[in-house]
């Protein structure tokens, strides 16, 4: 079987991307054909979150066991078949989580046809591909005033994009470091 897979950059702009996978490849085939589909350079960690029909995060699939016994799944051990039952089935996937390049992944179509090349195969592309990750900035839905019980913070996060930061600032504070250390010397 070959499924359908959009896969959505979380930005202002529509891009997006259909890939063709087969149902016996991995979530880590499907993480090198976003890859190669949205042109990211180099082999960040990243990871996938099961989803509800309303994109809500649920359990992490890493791309590396981080577990302290070294037996946690990972994105090699789930099977397409695994991660998308059905047509609709969702997931979010977070790529290099300096820059958090954020996607929603949605299984489109179920396909009995005989694979052809090799897969995954980007089938449709729309828009293009901004030079850099979309800023993100932390929103919390409640304030916190103490330090009460887990169950008393609302633990659903949002983030919405932050275009106050620019990488015009990042290199100044840079120059100011360099110029502190020459200082120095």
Known sequence: MIYK?????ETDDDVFRDIEIKDTQTLWNLYEGIKSAFTLLGDELASF???????????E???EDMSDEGDGETMSDVYIKEAFSKVGDRMLFVYDFMKMWSFYVELLEIVDKKAIGNYPLTVYRFGKMPLKAPNKKFISPTEIDDFGEV???DLNIKFEDDDSFSNEEEEDIYDEEDDLIEDDI
């Open 151 to 153: 169950g008393d913070v």
């Open 61 to 63: 699939i890493p791309l």
């Open 49 to 59: 979150y099961k989803s509800d029909v309303n994109w809500n995060q649920g359990e």
């Open 5 to 9: 897979i959009r896969v959505i950059l």
